[in-house]
């Protein structure tokens, strides 16, 4: 018992027996001791003591002792003058409150404490404290009001004062009719202390430092006028050039900020040109403001000046200072400088038609610069990128033919680069539009948009695969030739960039892009159908191939966990993920990485017993350690220290956690693993703490970072972590949804205990039925009003669709069925077209089931990459087969205690009902079946000269013509690419190890799935 709380030190009064005892967890002796030494000392912190020792005892009665002794001093009114006393009773009742109690109990002890002694200021302190890592913002309040009003010489108490008063304001703690008061009151005490600050007042309640100042604006901003903001953001005491004067970087860029969001141009241009044209004393440029955000918003500003080219001429005037001074600046500012200076020309030469301009115009010149500076920099690409997208196709056809050859020297090292730069190039303009025209429209049923490659002439649907192909072998061959020459290799060791893993990127992307990989509408059942079986599975050799020579390089190791999970390789992908030691802070982001939906692909992962772990159980236990306390402990350092916006920054970041999709992916992905193996949840899902206070009103936080992913494609096409992933990423009305569905399934799954005996039978399933009608009535609407929005489909896998829809209406079905008598001799029109219904939809995902043919050559690729819906399409069948269970056990309780059988069902929907059963029944054989396939055709033999005839085509094995039809093979320059990887991966002996693991992980996969229930 209350072992997640630290257990109090005693006072150094406390006899040494005593204290031991406490100390070593002897509470019998402890409560006893403690009790006689109250009665001799009459001494009502002993009496506490006892209280507390006694709570950790086995009666029910006696770890109740410390809460029935706080219920009594709240009726009672009676004051704990001994904080430390507060402290026991805490410890001894934290198991037994929950934290949202902690205002109405705690909180008013602590309360009555600070009112009773406001001049003990270490008693005051750590009161205040308490409430605000219990979140008691109420309480907290008015200690905060207190602590001002007592203590006014410590200037700090007006300021917590005023950040606690404004917390509140905003805070569901806080009544609605009051919530305006308060975040008045917090904003007429900072408006007095900035009136004082303006005046030169140098006493204690006027603002002096730069967090007191970011405090008065970040509460203005959110309870004054836009007006009143904007006009003190240009105080000259206080505004944001004022700030920057005194070295306060902060406050500039959130005033430069709020003119930015207010459209007020001419400000952000004053702003900006004061600041990047600040001199020190020395006559040296002020580089406090040199921030390439700065610079862009500068530039901007500029092209929104009614005299453009006036204002252009200014700019370009502040950074010829700095071009002036670039042989002493840091490489840093060196860097923003050339961006800047880009970004210049390209908004002055915005207003030109882009056909007008020729291939070698002033903007390819100024990449021609920036590259010249740093060719030889990781970020290079990335920030040439968004300039590149805006160029004509003749600048940058010139670029890639005749810019970047022209880099190129006698040193291999600059020489390499320089072409990884340039096939990066040429990726991005063959992924973007600049790259196709349109053409004649054909097609044999209609008309078929088609477009012409400019650089090759060919006519395509989509991206050049002539173009992608030839940047596949180039990349191929210069990683080949680099692999040779161990004196290049010796020169980029201590370099940040690695060229084989740039080659192996380039290769990867212009692979997958060849693959046919990319989003569509509607989606398929499988990401995969459709898609070159060749190609894609040699984008995942390729880089499963670096990745075993290069462990640590993280981003290829992101991009290969979800390729694998696509084929459905789940006990590899785990395999690659564990090295990322993914830990604390950062599971909130990168976990959704592998985990989202990781149940309906891998459930074999989560087997219990001996030799095997809970692998949700670090983002658990990282919940559990964060989520303990309402606030961390941290948040009462920052507010001692002062730094006002790291404790509104803290409480943000909180609140998001304690609402976080992730947090509910962790719970909800558990629990369907579970039941797939062992058929039960371990608990219902509103018994989960982090759970049980989500409604459907939530907003479920979404914190999902694929910032390492990989991406070389144009911005007009979908980012490469969307097509990769299994299906859309976390969502706010996914999470509900699964959490709906946990609760529907609880609804029928619940049983009593066989010792579970009423003694009014009959009212207790009547009030039972009435449970049940309202609840799932609820459900009903909730899901339904998550799946009726327009935003919907996109955020769900078509499975996930069609499981939701089936769960919904099963949960109309049973708030239909269940207040239904027999003497209804028809059944409502409302709840025979529900029936209808439900049938159709599991006629439809059958249909898209049977899409993947047992027959098919690639049977195990296809099957494989569409476990995620055979999963859904399983749970959907079991979810109905135990609502009938449910219905069928619920009457057969109505006609043991009614033996006239009038509460029982009528046998029209008992006859009803039975065509559903049917039809889930044939969805459990057809999975069976599909298991029992995938099984067996991973036991035949020939699985390596298979997988790589799938990869490599007859490069790899020798493949009748027949063969060849049956796996769709491509013309083209594919025979060239398929030679190229496999030399890159090492023939046949690299594409054997590459396959053994490969067939490993489905196998160990389909091992998974036989421990499954599908009863």
């Known amino acids: 018992m209350s072992s997640s709380y630290p257990r109090p030190t005693l006072k150094s009064s406390v006899d040494l027996q005593l204290r031991n005892a406490f100390h070593d967890g002897n509470w019998q002796q402890a409560a006893r001791l403690a009790d006689k030494r109250a009665r001799t000392l009459k001494d009502p912190y002993y009496q506490a003591i006892a209280v507390a020792a ?266 010829e200072s700095y071009v002036s001074e670039r042989d002493t600046l840091r490489p840093v500012y060196s860097r923003i400088v050339s961006l800047a200076i880009l970004e210049l020309t390209f908004r002055i030469s915005s207003t030109l038609d882009p056909s007008s301009c020729g291939g070698e115009s002033i903007r390819v010149a100024q990449i021609h610069s920036f590259l010249e500076q740093n060719y030889d920099k990781l970020a290079c690409f990335d920030d040439l990128k968004p300039y590149i997208e805006q160029l004509s196709f003749a600048e940058a056809n010139h670029l890639i033919t005749k810019t970047v050859p022209a880099l190129e020297r006698n040193d291999p ?337 619940h049983s009593h205990p066989k010792e579970y005996k009423p003694s009014r039978a009959l009212e207790t399933l009547n009030g039972d039925k009435l449970y049940v009608m309202e609840a799932t009535d609820r459900l009903h609407e909730s899901m339904t009003s998550f799946l009726q929005q327009g935003s919907t489909p996109s955020l769900l896998t078509p499975a996930e669709e069609s499981h939701f829809t089936t769960i919904s209406l099963l949960a109309a079905l049973v708030s239909f069925a269940v207040p239904l008598k027999k003497e209804n001799h028809t059944l409502e029109g409302e709840l025979h077209m529900l029936l209808e219904t439900l049938v159709s939809t599991l006629d439809i995902t059958t249909e898209d089931f049977g899409s993947v043919s047992a027959d098919a050559p690639n049977f195990a690729f296809l099957a494989f990459g569409s476990i995620h819906s055979m999963s859904l399409f399983l749970s959907s069948a079991l979810a109905i087969k135990n609502t009938l269970a449910f219905l069928d056990r619920l009457n057969e309780k109505q006609l043991a205690l009614d033996k006239t059988g009038k509460t029982a069902f009528p046998k029209t929907l008992l006859k009803e009902l039975e065509p559903l059963g049917d039809t889930a029944e044939n969805v459990l054989k057809d999975v069976r079946s599909r298991i029992k396939a995938m099984k067996s055709n991973l036991d035949e033999m020939g699985w390596m000269d298979r997988l790589a005839g799938w990869t490599f085509g007859s490069v790899a094995v020798d493949l009748e013509d027949s063969e060849i039809e049956a796996l769709g093979q491509k013309g083209g320059n594919f025979q060239e690419v398929s030679e190229k990887v496999y030399d890159l991966i090492g023939g046949m002996t690299g594409c054997e190890t590459w396959g053994v693991k490969i067939l490993e992980s489905w196998r160990e996969g389909i091992k998974g799935w036989e421990l499954v229930k599908t009863e």
């Open 54 to 319: 006694e709570s950790q005892l086995d009666t029910p009665q006696e770890k109740c002792a410390a809460l029935v002794t706080i219920q009594n001093c709240l009726k009672n009114g009676s004051v704990v003058k001994d904080g430390e006393i507060l402290d026991l009773y805490e410890w001894a009742s934290h198991d037994l409150l929950d934290e949202s109690q902690y205002s109405d109990t705690h909180g008013q002890l602590r309360l009555r404490l600070v009112k009773a002694a406001p001049r003990d200021k270490p008693a005051v302190l750590h009161s205040l404290r308490l409430c605000l890592l219990h979140w008691d913002l109420v309480n907290a309040q008015q200690i905060a009001t207190m602590l001002d009003k007592t203590f006014v010489a410590d200037r700090h108490f007006l300021f917590w004062n005023t950040l606690v008063t404004f917390m509140l304001s905003t805070s569901p703690q806080c009544p609605p009719e009051k919530q305006k008061l308060y975040s008045l009151l917090a904003l007429k005490q900072l408006e007095r202390a900035a009136d004082l600050t303006e005046k030169g007042d140098k006493s204690g309640r006027a603002i002096r430092s730069e967090e007191e100042q970011l405090l008065f604006f970040r509460v203005l901003a959110s309870q004054g006028s836009k007006a009143v903001l904007l006009q003190q953001l240009k105080s000259p005491v206080l505004g944001g050039i004022a700030s920057f004067e005194r070295g306060r970087k902060q406050l500039f860029l959130e005033a430069l900020d709020a003119f930015d969001a207010a459209k007020d141009h001419d400000s952000v241009f004053e702003m900006c040109h004061r600041v990047l044209g600040d001199t020190q004393n020395d006559g040296t440029l002020n580089l406090l403001g040199s921030d390439w955000l700065v610079w862009k918003r500068f530039i901007a500003a500029a092209a929104a000046q009614t005299d453009s080219d006036g204002a252009f001429a200014q700019v370009h005037t502040v950074l």
């Open 413 to 749: 090292k600059r020489s390499l680069l320089v072409n990884i730069l340039g096939l990066k190039f040429r990726h991005l303009v063959s992924t973007s539009l600049q790259a196709v025209s349109p053409t004649e429209c054909i097609g044999d049923d209609g008309f078929q948009p088609l477009v012409a490659c400019k650089w090759c002439g060919s006519v395509v649907t989509m991206s050049c695969n002539s173009c992608l192909e030839q940047i596949v072998i180039e990349a191929v061959e210069k990683q080949l030739q680099y692999e040779k020459e161990s004196e290049t290799i010796a020169n980029f060791e201590k370099e940040d960039v690695d060229p084989a893993e740039e080659l192996t990127v380039v290769a990867a992307m212009s692979l997958l892009k060849l693959s046919g990989l990319r989003h569509r509408e509607p989606q398929p059942a499988s990401p995969l159908l459709g898609i070159d079986m060749h190609y894609f599975l040699q984008a995942v050799a390729i880089l499963d191939n670096h990745l075993s020579k290069n462990p640590d390089r993280a981003p290829i190791r992101i991009l290969l966990i979800h390729l694998y999970v696509l084929i459905g390789c789940a006990s590899y992908a785990y395999q690659i993920w564990l090295p990322l030691d993914v830990k604390r802070t950062i599971q909130d982001s990168l976990a959704p990485l592998f985990f989202d939906r990781i149940a309906s692909f891998a459930p074999g992962l989560f087997r219990t017993g001996p030799g095997f772990k809970r692998i949700v159980e670090p983002m658990r236990s990282y919940y559990r350690s964060c989520l303990k306390l309402r606030a961390p402990s941290v948040l009462w350092d920052a507010l001692e220290a002062g730094s006002y916006t790291s404790v509104f920054d803290i409480s943000e970041y909180m609140n998001k956690l304690r609402h976080s999709c992730t947090l509910v992916m962790s719970i909800i992905e558990e629990r369907k693993g579970i039941r797939a193996l062992l058929g039960k949840s371990e608990s219902e899902i509103k018994q989960v703490s982090f759970i049980a206070s989500v409604t459907p009103e939530t907003n479920l936080a979404v914190a999902t970072d694929y910032g390492s992913m990989p991406c070389l494609e144009s911005s007009n096409t979908t980012p490469l972590s969307e097509i990769v992933r299994l299906g859309p990423g976390l969502s706010n009305t996914r999470s509900h949804l699964e959490i709906l569905t946990e609760e529907f399934l609880d609804i029928i799954n």
